[in-house]
């Protein structure tokens, strides 16, 4: 089997992974908030190998602005420096598949921190796991109530449970040695950003 070189930097986590079909080679899985440029390397290097592979797979958000940009930049280099391919997937895809893979049932919800009050949120549906709504960045309020019921699990839930006392405040982030059990489906996405809103800056008009 081709080996998989996994790069996630999206969220507040810093992860990498050397995946070989569904069995992980090697791993690291750092949750350091800032710094993930400065990290993302060295830990690449510390893998089998130095992370060399036959194609790498990166996370392209929605997250963290710069973390997406810093991990993006880092697969493409990458590849192009060993002449590999690089595909993407969603941090939404990747926390929905571990969780449904922990048992959580599905028809679920992903939610992850968004800035700005809000918060990144997409249902997913099993099996196959497939997203069931698009990609939106809600006020919480707003989230509660496009949730109806379904389990939710993601950094953005600590953020809904201040108006839900039953939500159980679910702090998980993307992790790469997790990204074996994303369906094939769902890591062809082009190595750009999806941010997930618009930007905080804008141009003059």
């Known amino acids: ?39 993302l390397v060295p ?7 130095g992370g060399r592979a036959d194609d790498i797979l990166v996370d392209v958000g929605p997250g963290s602005f710069t973390g997406i940009r810093v991990g993006i930049a880092a697969a493409r ?10 595909r ?4 939404m895809s990747l926390i929905a598949a571990a969780a449904v893979a922990d048992g959580v049932s599905a028809p679920l919800a992903v939610l992850l921190e968004g800035g700005h009050g809000e918060v990144f949120m997409q249902g997913f549906a099993a099996f196959p ?8 960045s809600l006020r919480p309020d707003a989230a ?9 699990v993601g950094s953005g839930v600590r ?4 108006l839900d006392e039953t939500l159980t405040s679910d702090g998980a982030l993307p992790d790469a040695s997790k990204a074996h059990l994303l369906p094939a489906g769902l890591t062809s996405l082009p190595p750009r950003p999806l941010y ?7 141009l003059p008009a």
């Not at 993407?88 to 941090?91: E, H, K």
């Not at 509660?144 to 939710?152: K, S, T, Y």
């Not at 953020?159 to 201040?162: D, E, M, N, R, S």
């Not at 997930?196 to 804008?202: E, I, L, S």
């Open 129 to 136: 796991l497939e997203p069931s709504d698009a990609l939106v």
């Open 77 to 86: 280099g990458l590849a192009l420096g060993w002449r590999i391919p690089v």
């Open 144 to 152: 509660l109530a496009a949730l109806g019921g379904r389990p939710a």
């Open 88 to 91: 993407g997937y969603s941090s």
């Open 1 to 39: 089997m081709p080996r998989t070189l996994v790069i996630d930097t999206a969220t507040a986590a810093c992860s990498v992974a050397l995946i070989d079909g569904d069995h992980v080679i090697a791993a690291c899985h750092e949750v350091v908030g800032r710094g993930h440029a400065e990290r």
């Open 159 to 162: 953020w809904l449970t201040p």
């Open 43 to 49: 830990m690449i290097a510390e893998l089998p190998d």
């Open 196 to 202: 997930g809103r618009a930007p905080d800056a804008k």
